[in-house]
T-cell receptor, first 112, second 113 residues
């Protein structure tokens, strides 16, 4: 069964410091992975997806198949980055096409 | 395009009452997904529907919960005889099924008192 693990529920950094939000997955096929962000009590927004290899708001994430990881990184955190971050894996096969499996989420707090 | 619309934003029910949560997908989207976010937990998949069909309901509790996506109108998540443990944020997402482009609604926060 597919699984997404975000080992840190809470992560605190100071403004300007580097930040890394960890995500590990287990999936038998070729994974499609995403990072979503949820600002305070708002809707989830797609931050980035691994297949596009883009950088959004300074965040990047590299898929490491050997370590089954998809960690989210930003070299210099900003206060407005404070939010809940979810790593998600897409089940693109069978009858569950399009179903996302989410990690538990990491609350990032960036202190001034 | 108004995006995915969920209503109500907040819903308070007494134990034993019924809760009806509505989700109108984005225009042109025929795939709807419901997720539940419990306090201190992440998002859990509940059900995946296409027009008039339930495709995957593996995340739905066996009792009291049901979902539909009729030919006309919004998708409805229905919880009968609510209990305190049903208190959560319920999010709906829609997609066209083509390019994994999920769009989430703002959610309905259900409080059972």
């Amino acid at each position: 069964a597919q699984r997404v693990t975000q080992p840190e529920k809470l992560l605190s950094v100071f403004k300007g410091a580097p930040v890394e939000l960890k995500c590990n997955y287990s999936y038998s096929g070729s994974p499609e992975l995403f990072w979503y962000v949820q600002y305070s009590r708002q809707r989830l927004q797609l931050l980035l997806r691994h297949i596009s290899r883009e950088s959004i708001k300074g965040f990047t994430a590299d898929l490491n198949k050997g370590e089954t990881s998809f960690h989210l990184k930003k070299p210099f955190a900003q206060e407005e980055d404070s939010a809940m971050y979810y790593c998600a894996l897409l089940d693109a096969g069978g009858t569950s096409y399009g179903k996302l499996t989410f990690g538990q989420g990491t609350i990032l707090t960036v202190h001034p | 395009n108004a995006g995915v619309m969920q209503n109500p934003r907040h819903l308070v029910r007494r134990r034993g009452q019924e809760a009806r949560l509505r989700c109108s997908p984005m225009k042109g989207h025929s795939h709807v997904y419901w997720y539940r976010q419990l306090p201190e937990e992440g998002l859990k998949f509940m059900v995946y529907l296409q027009k008039e069909n339930i495709i995957d309901e593996s995340g739905m509790p066996k009792e009291r919960f049901s979902a539909e996506f009729p030919k006309e109108g919004p998708s409805i998540l229905r919880i009968q005889q609510v209990v305190r443990g049903d208190s959560a944020a319920y999010f709906c997402a829609s997609s066209s099924g083509q390019n994994y482009g999920y769009t989430f609604g703002s959610g309905t926060r259900l409080t059972v008192v």
